[in-house]
T-cell receptor, first 114, second 120 residues
């Protein structure tokens, strides 16, 4: 079955540092890939997405590129802020489960300090 | 404002006492789903619904029931809660994927704010 593997956290960075959160996946066919963000006390919000190989999703300074050859979708940001502190989830959809099912990774907590 | 509303936000209950967590969305979404979030396990799907009166099991349905009598509501029912159901629960909704057209999913799910359930 489908699976998503994320790097374990927490990841602690200083403000303005470079961020990478690794994500690799196993899926049938050609899944769509997503990053969701969960701020403290809130539900998950879609951060960015990519639907096919070599697509780059971007939003709020975050980027991730769909790499089919390495089955990866790593999240990057050039300069993090304290306000980026949150839990980040990588997810995929391969069209199963009625077409709408998302399979999530375990989440990576990011803490950004001044 | 487009949103998914869950209630209650926090709930402490005792083993075996039936409870219902409500979920309501105001976006006319066909698809609704329940997830539980546990440390080290991420989010796992409990049940989902493609439309009114259409529900199906997700990956971890044991001990849960759902119903979809109206398009906007998708309650999660624990008939006899046990301590292993202590978790953070999320309801989510989206437009429905039709056939090979995944476009609706690309707008992402809209999630509720979560219900933290403790069963003692």
């Amino acid at each position: 079955g489908d699976s998503v593997t994320q790097m374990e956290g927490p990841v602690t960075l200083s403000e303005e540092a470079f961020l990478t959160i690794n994500c690799t996946y196993t899926a049938t066919g050609y899944p769509s890939l997503f990053w969701y963000v969960q701020y403290p006390g809130e539900g998950l919000q879609l951060l960015l997405k990519a639907t096919k190989a070599d697509d780059k999703g971007s939003n709020k300074g975050f980027e991730a590129t769909y790499r089919k050859e390495t089955t990866s979708f790593h999240l990057e940001k050039g300069s993090v802020q304290v306000s980026d502190s949150a839990v980040y989830f990588c997810a995929l959809s391969d069209g199963t489960g009625g077409g709408n099912k998302l399979t999530f990774g375990t989440g990576t907590q990011l803490k950004v300090e001044l | 404002e487009a949103q998914v509303t869950q209630n209650p936000r926090y709930l402490i209950t005792v083993t075996g006492k039936k409870l219902t967590v409500t979920c309501s969305q105001n976006m006319n979404h066909e698809y609704m789903s329940w997830y539980r979030q546990d440390p080290g396990l991420g989010l796992r799907q409990i049940y989902y619904s493609m439309n009114v009166e259409v529900t199906d099991k997700g990956d971890v349905p044991e001990g849960y029931k759902v119903s979809r009598k109206e398009k906007r509501n998708f309650p999660l029912i624990l008939e006899s809660p046990s301590p292993n159901q202590t978790s953070l629960y999320f309801c989510a909704s989206s437009l429905k994927v039709r056939g090979g057209d995944r476009a609706p999913l690309l707008y992402g799910y809209t999630f509720g704010s979560g219900t933290r359930l403790t069963v003692v």
